[in-house]
């Protein structure tokens, strides 16, 4: 439920149910409005909002994925036979009925009429004043509690019939938002509630400008009000309507709830969006009195007094939008949903990308600790997720596309989980135990025959943005931080084989090395009992599980006695709580019960414990002071500790416990090793641990993600690189490296590239991650380094045969592709033997075969990853996908050579004028559109990949010089001064076959008749009209500058009422509806006599077209027309450093 816009329509008045109530993106909010309207003098009334909900998402293909996929096994889904509008909150009352609050104000009651646990009856339960924008609920004995816009509400049925009938606010009229939610004061503004069991209400009001955190004006001061109600939990005692400020700092709280302990928890929103440090992950939060919650975080200059308080867990990768929260409790006294151990269980809805999670929480004398796992997908958005007293889980989806949906008056559906089969082993705990192991935890033994080929069934994926059931996410939001994680690299660890541990509870299983400390991904085949309930939704059968490599080891030792194992914290309490279901917390405690030593070995994260984290490529304007991180340990003996450069103070004992600290001054982003030692007499064997800073002395619990495997070299990802000079590459030629590839070279013969070539050996497209030295070392040595997946046998046959190649095997039959990809089958029966090769199939000498100049080529081909723009806009337009850009792409072979001498290149001189834009303006839109100068340089470094370009620069009217030595000149500029003698220079180069490329602004002139003689059509101030937003191209057919475009989107600026050139005949290539009418937006037209080309386009307008693969192809292409070549002779390079998908 991020970042909400109402735009309400029918409010002339309090009509009953009729107020209907609109939610769209926050990113049309009130800058946009006007921004993205036609701007011409007579605007028409013609409000098109900049990003749709369509526009700004990366769809999947759906093919066989199910509405709700369930990742543990179990467990059914049913869709509730009701048809309701939008909802989003879901609760079971007191007397056992479901109440849905809808998007629209409705509150209604369900039933169930025929007892077959499904709910099937709708009716009204408040229908009166509906509310404005309600967010939170809470359904309790005295009746219904509601947050909505600008007051919080007691519903009451007072006549016991069934429905509400009166209505008391008990608070409302409090500080507006410097900025809305939405278009009017309308907007959301108040979001989750939970009543505390002394009767107190606890609210939240969301940030004051969420776009401008700060709230600083134009003369740089901070207007943020610490003092201020908004971005903050509000309580109101039992019988008043007096606000007390809780806590500060919070951005948009969409639910909040209590746990067993009476503590109080609210899901927070992801803020990095428009604050590169505010909030960069959706959390949860344990909200404490007094405390400050990051957005926005401390500032040396707007805000140095206060301290970032941590979330409990953070939810990634960034852009889940967590909304619904809720704990699993007995409801009425029914039973719990899932396995016992899930209880007081957070359950959390992420909406816009359909994650179901839970997350476990611990209380320690220093706060929570929390470790998550992700038990469902939903295929729409998942607002709300309720246990129900029947020990099921009602959930709560939305129709449409992030961030909220087709909006309040669009249907929504409800769906039940069921757990159908108690029996089944739940998964626990999934962790690496070693580098080349990792274990799966049950809390039932595991059938024996579940093992019968199941370490060919396992797939492990790992990379930094992986998580279970990747291929289930349907919906993606339109972020920039999307864009990147949908680039980054994804990879495969191998199986060896699989094993039980000796009481049958946990998977072991043994795998390649894990060496990168990122997110890992295990997917298995479903247990084959796991049978559906009837009429339920079908499921894939899978069972989904994550892992990381945080870890603990610890060992215990005592004469010869040995014990050994992975924990996932140093504190004992948490591990046992967290490792209790498997049972290894009786395995611990029965060791902790006898005399020996115990010892800890891991390596810690202590890198901005309080700090906020900074999203990749986003900047903030200070630097932080040193931190200085404590910790502190409380064991029931004194310790060794050993821990680097840390500052130890030794065990001194305190009351029942010894106490010991370790100081690390000035931590910085590198693991710290930690070993600790402890001689324990088995008498009741104690570790606790927390932390505290030089900034803040309060203690504070350690997360689980902040402890790794002590095996590890790294623990940190590598962070963004902004470059990806490779100095070896100078002198290399793209578009000849391409070439070799697929041709003298032969790579092609074995290896892919972004889908062309043949999988006979590994996929070379994510080379472009490795450095040159390591792709030199395969290239020179194949059998220094083999990827696992592609390790060669010899396989001799009982007729003495021997076949060599890759091997797959089936129950009763063995097949080897040969390098040729050729493939063999025959019966195991025939097989004597099968021995994995020690080098690998790839022959040597390749380096030497092709000399230094065309390996630097090939090289270059394959390591250049030319990256999009990092664009400084909180939102960019989505991200194309790859079959839309191979569904338009055209193939092209350049012809051979006719000589021996080369063919005379292309040469492009490229205009560009100062960059444009520098508003004194608080408008994000308004502020760096475009930067010609940028664009310059980036085109001029594309088009230097494309065979036989080549480009020069000027800043300013070409000279005669100039024009004598281009053949193609591209005018992408602001220059209103075209004059006469400019066009007769113009007229002059299109006579000697010259070709001109006119983009966006540069058609605009104040003598735009003179122009629009030259080029067709031309844009005059005062009489044309542009409109920036989303537009909608109609393509014309038959033309090959067009060739596979019919209809398509661009967030762009379109022109109409343009000047006509006189006795100009145009080509028009592409239109715009624009005042009832196609506009032309693309056209051609030639020279005098007919001679010379122009190709003109309007689009052209954002930074962010220039890395669409459509749009450079439409570039592209009339680049190469206008130059006399093959529209499609540049095709090749049009994918580098686009925003697409692979």
């Given at each position: 439920m991020k970042n909400l816009q109402i735009s309400v329509q029918s409010i002339t008045g309090p009509v009953p149910g009729k107020r209907q109530l609109t939610i769209l993106f926050i990113l049309s909010a009130i800058s946009l409005i006007g921004f993205f309207a036609v701007k011409s003098a007579d605007t028409g009334g013609n409000y098109n909002y900049g990003f749709s909900s369509s526009s700004a998402l990366t769809p999947v293909d759906t093919t066989g994925i199910p509405p709700v996929q369930m990742f543990v096994p179990g467990f059914s889904v049913k869709e509730l036979p009701v048809s309701v509008t939008n909802v989003n909150v879901v609760r079971y009352g007191p007397d056992g009925k479901l109440y849905a609050l809808a998007y629209d104000g409705h509150i209604y009651v369900l039933t169930d009429t025929n007892g077959d646990g499904l709910e099937d009856k709708v009716e009204t339960w408040w229908d009166k004043d509906l509310f404005r924008m309600p967010v939170g609920m809470v359904v309790d004995k005295e009746g219904i509690y509601v947050t909505s816009n600008n007051k919080v509400s007691l519903l009451k049925d007072t006549n016991k019939d069934g429905k509400a009938d009166t209505e008391e606010v008990l608070t409302k009229d409090w500080v507006r938002p410097f900025v809305y939610t939405g278009t009017t004061e309308t907007g959301v503004d108040a979001f989750g509630i939970a009543k505390a069991s002394d009767g107190s209400i606890y609210f939240s009001l969301g940030a004051a400008d969420f776009t401008n955190a700060y709230v600083v004006d134009t003369a740089g001061k901070s207007k943020y009000d610490i003092n201020s109600e908004r971005g903050t939990v509000l309580r109101l005692a039992p019988g008043s309507s007096k606000r007390e400020i809780v806590c500060t700092g919070i951005r948009f709280p969409v639910a909040m709830a209590?746990?067993?302990?009476?503590?109080?928890?609210?899901?927070?929103?992801?803020?990095a969006t428009w604050l590169a440090n505010g909030n960069p992950l959706d959390e949860l939060l344990y909200i404490e009195k007094g405390k400050h919650y990051g957005f926005p975080p401390r500032h040396p200059k707007?805000?140095?007094?206060?301290?970032d308080e941590p979330s409990v867990y953070d939810y990634t990768p960034q852009h889940q939008s967590t909304c619904g929260l809720n704990f699993n409790v007995s409801i009425n006294g029914g039973p719990l949903f899932g396995p016992q151990w899930w209880v007081n269980n957070a359950i959390v809805s992420g909406y816009s990308r359909g994650k179901l999670y839970r997350t476990e929480l611990i209380k320690t004398a220093s706060g929570y600790v929390a470790q998550n796992a992700i038990i469902g997908s939903v295929s729409s958005l998942l607002v709300d997720a309720a246990p129900t007293p029947q020990g099921d889980l009602i959930i709560a989806t939305h129709s449409g596309a992030p961030d909220w949906g087709n909006g309040p008056n669009a249907k929504g559906k409800l769906f039940k989980i069921i757990r159908t089969n108690k029996v089944l082993p739940q998964p626990v705990s999934v962790f690496a135990a070693k580098a080349d192991q990792v274990k799966i935890a049950f809390d039932n033994p595991v059938p024996k025959e579940y093992l019968a080929g199941l370490a060919d069934k396992i797939k492990i994926e790992y990379g930094e943005f992986v998580n279970s059931g990747d291929r289930f996410e349907v919906w993606r939001p339109g972020y920039q931080a999307?864009?990147?994680?949908?680039?980054?690299?994804?990879?495969?660890?191998?199986?060896?084989?699989?094993?039980?541990?000796?009481?049958?509870?946990?998977?072991?299983?043994?795998?390649?090395?894990?060496?990168?400390?990122?997110?890992?991904?295990i997917k298995l085949p479903a247990f084959a009992a796991d049978n559906k309930a009837p009429g339920s939704i079908p499921q894939v059968p899978n069972i989904d599980l994550a892992y990381n490599l945080n870890a603990v080891d610890v060992s215990w030792v005592s004469g010869n006695q040995k014990w050994n194992g992975t924990v996932p914290?140093?504190?004992?309490?948490?591990?046992?709580?967290?490792?209790?279901?498997?049972?290894?917390?009786?395995?611990?405690?029965?060791?902790?019960?006898?005399?020996?030593?115990?010892?800890?070995?891991?390596?810690?994260?202590?890198?901005?414990?309080?700090?906020?984290?900074?999203?990749?490529?986003g900047s903030v304007d200070y630097k932080w002071p040193d931190e200085n991180v404590t910790l502190v340990l409380k064991s029931s003996a004194p310790v060794d500790v050993k821990a680097g450069k840390a500052k130890i103070t030794p065990s001194s004992k305190q009351g029942d416990a010894y106490i010991t600290k370790l100081t690390f001054d000035k931590v910085e982003r590198v693991p710290y090793d930690l070993e600790i030692a402890m001689n324990s007499d088995g008498k009741n064997a104690g570790m606790e641990v927390h932390y505290y800073t030089n900034e803040d002395s309060r203690p504070r619990a350690l997360q689980v993600s902040r402890f790794f495997a002590p095996w590890l070299k790294e623990i940190y990802p590598p962070q963004v690189n902004t470059t990806d000079e490779k100095p070896e590459l100078a002198g290399g030629n793209w578009s000849r490296g391409k070439k070799l590839f697929f041709g003298e070279a032969i790579c092609?013969?074995?290896?892919?590239?972004?889908?062309?070539?043949?999988?006979?050996?590994?996929?070379?497209?994510?080379?472009?991650?490795?450095?040159?030295?390591?792709?030199?070392?395969?290239?020179?040595?194949?059998?220094?380094?083999?990827?696992?997946?592609?390790?060669?046998?010899?396989?001799?046959?009982?007729?003495?045969?021997?076949?060599?190649?890759?091997?797959?095997?089936?129950?009763?039959?063995?097949?080897?592709?040969?390098?040729?990809?050729?493939?063999?089958?025959?019966?195991?029966?025939?097989?004597?033997?099968?021995?994995?090769?020690?080098?690998?199939?790839?022959p040597e000498g390749l380096d030497k075969m092709l000399g230094p100049q065309k390996m630097k080529d090939l090289l270059t081909y394959l390591?250049?990853?030319?990256?999009?723009?990092?664009?400084?806009?909180?939102?960019?337009?989505?991200?194309?996908?790859?079959?839309?850009?191979?569904?338009?792409?055209?193939?092209?072979?350049?012809?051979?050579?006719?000589?021996?001498?080369?063919?005379?290149?292309?040469?492009?001189?490229?205009?560009?004028?100062?960059?444009?834009?520098?508003?004194?303006?608080?408008?994000?839109?308004?502020?760096?559109?475009?930067?010609?100068?940028?664009?310059?340089?980036?085109?001029?470094?594309?088009?230097?990949?494309?065979?036989?370009?080549?480009?020069?620069?000027?800043?300013?009217?070409?000279?005669?010089?100039?024009?004598?030595?281009?053949?193609?000149?591209?005018?992408?500029?602001?220059?209103?001064?075209?004059?006469?003698?400019n066009g007769k220079q113009l007229d002059a180069f299109l006579q000697r076959g010259g070709g001109l490329v006119y983009i966006n602004q540069a058609i605009k002139a104040d003598n735009a008749q003179a122009l629009a003689n030259r080029i067709g059509m031309a844009f005059q101030t005062g009489k044309s009209k542009f409109r920036e937003g989303p537009i909608d191209y109609t393509f014309t057919q038959g033309n090959p500058l067009t060739k596979g475009f019919t209809k398509t989107r661009f967030q762009e600026e379109s022109q109409w009422q343009l000047v006509q050139g006189m006795n100009k005949q145009v080509t028009v290539l592409a239109t715009a509806n624009e005042d009832g009418k196609p506009q032309p937006q693309l056209w051609t037209t030639t020279g005098p006599a007919g001679k010379g080309k122009v190709f003109v386009a309007v689009p052209g307008f954002w930074d962010w077209t220039y890395d669409d693969p459509l749009y450079r192809m439409l570039l592209l292409r009339g680049i190469a027309w206008a130059g006399g070549k093959p529209p499609y002779s540049y095709e090749e390079v049009v994918n580098m450093g686009a925003r697409v998908t692979r």
């Amino acid at each position: 439920m991020k970042n909400l816009q109402i735009s309400v329509q029918s409010i002339t008045g309090p009509v009953p149910g009729k107020r209907q109530l609109t939610i769209l993106f926050i990113l049309s909010a009130i800058s946009l409005i006007g921004f993205f309207a036609v701007k011409s003098a007579d605007t028409g009334g013609n409000y098109n909002y900049g990003f749709s909900s369509s526009s700004a998402l990366t769809p999947v293909d759906t093919t066989g994925i199910p509405p709700v996929q369930m990742f543990v096994p179990g467990f059914s889904v049913k869709e509730l036979p009701v048809s309701v509008t939008n909802v989003n909150v879901v609760r079971y009352g007191p007397d056992g009925k479901l109440y849905a609050l809808a998007y629209d104000g409705h509150i209604y009651v369900l039933t169930d009429t025929n007892g077959d646990g499904l709910e099937d009856k709708v009716e009204t339960w408040w229908d009166k004043d509906l509310f404005r924008m309600p967010v939170g609920m809470v359904v309790d004995k005295e009746g219904i509690y509601v947050t909505s816009n600008n007051k919080v509400s007691l519903l009451k049925d007072t006549n016991k019939d069934g429905k509400a009938d009166t209505e008391e606010v008990l608070t409302k009229d409090w500080v507006r938002p410097f900025v809305y939610t939405g278009t009017t004061e309308t907007g959301v503004d108040a979001f989750g509630i939970a009543k505390a069991s002394d009767g107190s209400i606890y609210f939240s009001l969301g940030a004051a400008d969420f776009t401008n955190a700060y709230v600083v004006d134009t003369a740089g001061k901070s207007k943020y009000d610490i003092n201020s109600e908004r971005g903050t939990v509000l309580r109101l005692a039992p019988g008043s309507s007096k606000r007390e400020i809780v806590c500060t700092g919070i951005r948009f709280p969409v639910a909040m709830a209590f746990n067993e302990h009476g503590d109080l928890f609210a899901s927070e929103q992801e803020g990095a969006t428009w604050l590169a440090n505010g909030n960069p992950l959706d959390e949860l939060l344990y909200i404490e009195k007094g405390k400050h919650y990051g957005f926005p975080p401390r500032h040396p200059k707007y805000l140095p007094n206060v301290i970032d308080e941590p979330s409990v867990y953070d939810y990634t990768p960034q852009h889940q939008s967590t909304c619904g929260l809720n704990f699993n409790v007995s409801i009425n006294g029914g039973p719990l949903f899932g396995p016992q151990w899930w209880v007081n269980n957070a359950i959390v809805s992420g909406y816009s990308r359909g994650k179901l999670y839970r997350t476990e929480l611990i209380k320690t004398a220093s706060g929570y600790v929390a470790q998550n796992a992700i038990i469902g997908s939903v295929s729409s958005l998942l607002v709300d997720a309720a246990p129900t007293p029947q020990g099921d889980l009602i959930i709560a989806t939305h129709s449409g596309a992030p961030d909220w949906g087709n909006g309040p008056n669009a249907k929504g559906k409800l769906f039940k989980i069921i757990r159908t089969n108690k029996v089944l082993p739940q998964p626990v705990s999934v962790f690496a135990a070693k580098a080349d192991q990792v274990k799966i935890a049950f809390d039932n033994p595991v059938p024996k025959e579940y093992l019968a080929g199941l370490a060919d069934k396992i797939k492990i994926e790992y990379g930094e943005f992986v998580n279970s059931g990747d291929r289930f996410e349907v919906w993606r939001p339109g972020y920039q931080a999307v864009d990147r994680q949908m680039r980054s690299l994804r990879q495969e660890i191998g199986v060896k084989s699989v094993e039980l541990s000796v009481d049958g509870r946990t998977l072991i299983v043994n795998t390649y090395t894990h060496v990168e400390p990122v997110a890992y991904a295990i997917k298995l085949p479903a247990f084959a009992a796991d049978n559906k309930a009837p009429g339920s939704i079908p499921q894939v059968p899978n069972i989904d599980l994550a892992y990381n490599l945080n870890a603990v080891d610890v060992s215990w030792v005592s004469g010869n006695q040995k014990w050994n194992g992975t924990v996932p914290h140093l504190d004992l309490m948490v591990v046992k709580a967290f490792t209790k279901p498997y049972g290894a917390s009786e395995n611990i405690n029965t060791i902790l019960q006898k005399p020996g030593t115990i010892t800890w070995k891991t390596k810690l994260n202590l890198w901005y414990m309080l700090r906020p984290i900074q999203q990749p490529e986003g900047s903030v304007d200070y630097k932080w002071p040193d931190e200085n991180v404590t910790l502190v340990l409380k064991s029931s003996a004194p310790v060794d500790v050993k821990a680097g450069k840390a500052k130890i103070t030794p065990s001194s004992k305190q009351g029942d416990a010894y106490i010991t600290k370790l100081t690390f001054d000035k931590v910085e982003r590198v693991p710290y090793d930690l070993e600790i030692a402890m001689n324990s007499d088995g008498k009741n064997a104690g570790m606790e641990v927390h932390y505290y800073t030089n900034e803040d002395s309060r203690p504070r619990a350690l997360q689980v993600s902040r402890f790794f495997a002590p095996w590890l070299k790294e623990i940190y990802p590598p962070q963004v690189n902004t470059t990806d000079e490779k100095p070896e590459l100078a002198g290399g030629n793209w578009s000849r490296g391409k070439k070799l590839f697929f041709g003298e070279a032969i790579c092609s013969t074995c290896h892919m590239v972004n889908g062309k070539g043949k999988a006979i050996g590994p996929d070379l497209s994510n080379l472009i991650f490795r450095d040159y030295k390591s792709v030199m070392r395969d290239i020179h040595s194949p059998s220094a380094a083999i990827n696992p997946d592609y390790i060669a046998y010899t396989v001799t046959l009982k007729d003495k045969r021997k076949l060599v190649g890759w091997v797959s095997q089936t129950t009763d039959s063995l097949t080897v592709r040969d390098l040729g990809g050729n493939n063999t089958t025959v019966p195991l029966s025939q097989v004597e033997s099968s021995k994995t090769m020690s080098t690998s199939l790839m022959p040597e000498g390749l380096d030497k075969m092709l000399g230094p100049q065309k390996m630097k080529d090939l090289l270059t081909y394959l390591l250049t990853a030319r990256k999009p723009l990092q664009l400084d806009f909180p939102f960019i337009p989505a991200i194309r996908t790859g079959v839309e850009a191979r569904q338009v792409m055209q193939e092209y072979t350049p012809p051979a050579p006719k000589a021996k001498t080369p063919a005379k290149p292309l040469r492009v001189l490229w205009l560009a004028s100062e960059r444009e834009s520098q508003f004194a303006t608080k408008n994000i839109w308004q502020q760096n559109k475009r930067d010609y100068l940028l664009e310059q340089k980036r085109m001029t470094e594309l088009l230097g990949l494309a065979y036989n370009v080549k480009v020069t620069n000027a800043a300013k009217w070409p000279t005669a010089e100039q024009f004598v030595n281009a053949d193609v000149i591209v005018f992408f500029w602001n220059y209103p001064g075209f004059t006469e003698a400019n066009g007769k220079q113009l007229d002059a180069f299109l006579q000697r076959g010259g070709g001109l490329v006119y983009i966006n602004q540069a058609i605009k002139a104040d003598n735009a008749q003179a122009l629009a003689n030259r080029i067709g059509m031309a844009f005059q101030t005062g009489k044309s009209k542009f409109r920036e937003g989303p537009i909608d191209y109609t393509f014309t057919q038959g033309n090959p500058l067009t060739k596979g475009f019919t209809k398509t989107r661009f967030q762009e600026e379109s022109q109409w009422q343009l000047v006509q050139g006189m006795n100009k005949q145009v080509t028009v290539l592409a239109t715009a509806n624009e005042d009832g009418k196609p506009q032309p937006q693309l056209w051609t037209t030639t020279g005098p006599a007919g001679k010379g080309k122009v190709f003109v386009a309007v689009p052209g307008f954002w930074d962010w077209t220039y890395d669409d693969p459509l749009y450079r192809m439409l570039l592209l292409r009339g680049i190469a027309w206008a130059g006399g070549k093959p529209p499609y002779s540049y095709e090749e390079v049009v994918n580098m450093g686009a925003r697409v998908t692979r």
